[in-house]
């Protein structure tokens, strides 16, 4: 049996992913956590992770609504700052993880960034009772590119959905986009 080098010779190498994706996500969920009392509370946060290795590169959450700029999910930040970083436009070799599954637009930046694995959280539809969502899974986006990049999820779903059930963040979802 092969297994990882970064992980016990005991942890079948599914487990030590398990574990490993489990950890990043508890990482993320905190992280996005602290927005939750500030005045721009947001349930979505990203972290990019080296696939091989585990070593943490770059987190972000959602700014739409601080930047005025409606591309600002977390997933597009998160990459938009660890290319700009690392100088280079490509993220081979890398791990996104996300409080949510992500939008269209997010998941076409992660193709187009040649990301590895994509790893959510919670669902479009969990998000969708909250705020306007665009009905195209990541996994059918994926499917329809001529690219590849593994979709996980949902992982600690109800961790990352308390994000979006939060006293704070459910009175800042009213003033979002109110549906008519
Ligand atoms: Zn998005």
Redesign the pocket.
Known sequence: MQVRKESSPLVHPKRARKLRDEQCMAEIVRFTARTLDTPSPVPFGALIVHTATGERLMRAVNAVRRENDPSA????RTVRKATRRLGTPSLKGYTLYTTCE??????ANALWAGIDRVVYGATIEDASRHCRQIYVSARTLVKRSDMTCVVDGPILRDACYALFTHPNMLKTFATWNPRP
Do not use: I, V
């Open positions: 999910h977390a997933e597009l992500p939008c269209p637009m997010c998941m």
